[in-house]
Nanobody, 124 residues
Framework: QVQLVESGGGLVQAGGSLRLSCAASGRTISNYRMGWFRQAPGKEREFVAGISRSSGSLNYADSVKGRFTISRDNAKNTVFLQMNSLKPEDTAVYYC?????????????????WGQGTQVTVSS
């Protein structure tokens, strides 16, 4: 059982930056592939970024490549999402998730544990 708690969301102007954090407890995240997802009103939950257990593999949605960076600090049991050059279309609830499977996936159904989400709002 892994508990995940996101933080760092808020209101930011377009072009600004935020760093989201995902603090895990219950188990070490070193054995999990981690991902960030987001869900905007009226839309499906979508993959944002993923990272392998040792940070050797990173995967990003095309919409955030070059702007967002996922990272992890296994010693601190924390995953981060650095979001730069934010756009209004980035507005969503952002969720951290953990996947115990062998292959990093962008499919929400592949992830076993989820945080409660943190709201990111980008104003124009």
């Amino acid at each position: 059982q892994v508990q995940l708690v996101e933080s760092g969301g808020g209101l930011v102007q377009a072009g600004g930056s935020l760093r989201l954090s995902c603090a895990a407890s219950g188990r070490t995240i070193s054995n999990y592939r981690m991902g960030w997802f987001r869900q905007a009103p009226g839309k499906e939950r979508e993959f944002v970024a993923g990272i392998s257990r040792s940070s050797g593999s990173l995967n990003y949605a095309d919409s955030v490549k070059g702007r967002f960076t996922i990272s992890r600090d296994n010693a601190k049991n924390t995953v981060f999402l650095q979001m730069n050059s934010l756009k209004p279309e980035d507005t969503a609830v952002y969720y951290c998730a953990a996947d115990g499977s062998a292959v990093l996936s962008s499919a929400p159904s592949r992830y076993d544990y989820w945080g409660q989400g943190t709201q990111v709002t980008v104003s124009s």
